[in-house]
Nanobody, 124 residues
Framework: VQLQASGGGLVQAGGSLRLSCAAS????????MGWFRQAPGKEREFVAS????????YYADSVKGRFTISRDNAKNTVYLQMNSLEPEDTAVYYC??????????????????WGQGTQVTVSS
């Protein structure tokens, strides 16, 4: 599956952004999708994931209550709604597709296809 992330930008602290990730390929509807991020000088970290139906989700503690992952299987798109953004959320955000069908990954190793990343910058 090929993934194309978009929606990043510059926002002030407390603001909101919605990231989108458009997928091509017939396996989208059967695989979990995830968002990861990598800040300068730091390792990539898990942000959120959604099961194939979107009925189950999982979040990193650092974003729980502020970010919401959702998906529209009819549009082959997964979203990440980010509210109450903080400067610490500044990073390149990547979407990823799960390696196995009907899973719910939480680690980078659970995901086999990655998008190109979109920059999110939160100013204080």
């Amino acid at each position: 599956v090929q993934l194309q992330a978009s929606g990043g930008g510059l926002v002030q602290a407390g603001g909101s952004l919605r990231l989108s990730c458009a997928a091509s390929g017939r396996t989208f509807n059967t695989h979990d999708m995830g968002w990861f991020r990598q800040a300068p000088g730091k390792e990539r970290e898990f942000v959120a994931s959604a099961s194939w139906s979107g009925g189950s989700t999982y979040y990193a503690d650092s974003v729980k209550g502020r970010f919401t992952i959702s998906r529209d299987n009819a549009k082959n798109t997964v979203y990440l709604q980010m509210n109450s953004l903080e400067p610490e959320d500044t990073a390149v955000y990547y979407c990823a597709a799960g390696t196995l069908p009907y899973g719910l990954g939480r680690n980078g190793a659970d995901f086999g296809s990655w998008g190109q990343g979109t920059q999110v910058t939160v100013s204080s």
